[in-house]
C-alpha cells in the first residue's frame, strides 16, 4: 500500500491541482487538515465548495480521506463546539473524514476532528479506544497537529504541539500517525517531517510556497517512507528504530 500525505493545503488551488495529478499513483491520499484558509478574501463557505470538487476529483482518481484542521471549522456542532461542518457533504459523496474509521486491506485508518471542547476530545478518545480493539496488522491515525515534543511540531523556537496526542500514542500505540499544523518543522534543524516514539511513526510534511506541496510518500510493502519539497528529499526505513539524521543540514 503506497500512501501521499500532504497537509496545509490552505487553499492554494495549484497545489491541489498537483495533488489530483499524482493521485494515480497512490492506493491512498490523505489530506491531514487545514484544506482551508482564514486569512483568505474567499469566503469559507466559497472555498468549501471548491474544496469539495476537489474531492470529488480525487475520489474518482482512487481511496482518499481528509481530516480537519483548525482553519476547517466553520461553525458549532451539536455541542456547541466549532467543527468542519462542510466535510459532512464530503462523507455524503463517499470519501471518509472527522470520526470516519475505515479499512483498506490490512490497514485500518482513523480519522481524527481538530477537536474545540471537551465533548470534542472525549469523541476522539472513545473512537481511539473502539478501533484499538479492532485494529488489524496495520493501525494508521490522521490528526491534524503532531504531538507535544516531536521534533515534528517543531517551529524553531518551540515546540508547539498536542498533549493529548502524545498521551494517546503512548496508550494505543498505532503504527502511523499522519500530521501537519506546524509548517515549519521539516525545515529547521532542530525539527523534522519524522519521528518515532515507541512503535509509533509521526510524520509532517508541513508547508511551502509553489504549485508542489511538500509531502511524504509512505510504501508500507517497501517498508519506506520518503519527504520532498523545495529544499530537496530524504528517505528513511519504517523498520528502523529511529528517524536518521537529517541529510539536508
Known amino acids: 500500500m503506497r500512501i501521499l500525505l500532504v497537509s496545509d493545503l490552505h487553499y492554494t488551488l495549484p497545489q491541489l491541482d498537483w495533488v489530483v495529478r499524482s493521485a494515480p499513483g497512490f492506493d491512498l491520499v490523505v ?21 469539495l470538487r476537489y474531492l470529488a476529483l480525487l475520489r474518482e482518481a482512487g481511496n482518499v480521506v481528509i481530516g480537519s484542521g483548525n482553519h476547517d471549522l466553520t461553525g458549532p456542532d451539536a455541542q456547541g463546539e466549532q467543527a468542519a461542518l ?5 462523507r455524503t459523496a463517499g470519501v471518509p473524514t472527522d470520526g470516519d474509521s475505515v479499512s483498506f486491506g490490512d490497514t485500518l485508518v482513523t480519522i481524527c476532528p481538530w477537536w474545540d471542547g471537551p465533548a470534542g476530545r ?16 496495520r493501525w494508521l491515525w490522521v490528526y491534524h497537529w503532531p504531538p507535544l515534543g516531536s521534533p515534528t511540531c517543531w517551529t524553531g523556537r518551540r515546540h508547539y504541539g498536542d498533549a493529548d496526542l502524545d498521551a494517546w500514542i503512548g496508550e494505543h500505540r498505532p503504527d502511523l500517525v499522519l500530521t501537519g499544523h506546524v509548517h515549519e518543522s521539516p525545515f529547521k534543524p532542530d525539527g523534522s517531517w519524522a519521528d518515532r516514539i515507541g512503535d509509533t511513526w509521526i510524520f509532517n510534511a508541513g508547508r511551502q510556497i509553489g504549485p508542489v506541496p511538500c509531502h511524504v510518500d509512505i510504501d508500507l510493502g517497501q517498508g519506506t517512507a520518503s519527504w520532498r519539497s523545495l529544499m530537496g528529499s530524504e528517505s528513511l526505513q519504517l523498520a528502523a528504530p529511529r528517524a ?3 541529510s539536508l543540514f
Open 31 to 51: 489530506l491531514a487538515g487545514d484544506q482551508l484558509d482564514i486569512s483568505s478574501i474567499v469566503s469559507l463557505d466559497a472555498q468549501s465548495v471548491v474544496i
Open 86 to 90: 462542510w466535510l459532512a457533504d464530503a
Open 122 to 137: 472525549a469523541a476522539v478518545a472513545l473512537q481511539l479506544a473502539a478501533d484499538a480493539r479492532r485494529r488489524p496488522k
Open 244 to 246: 536518521p539524521p537529517r
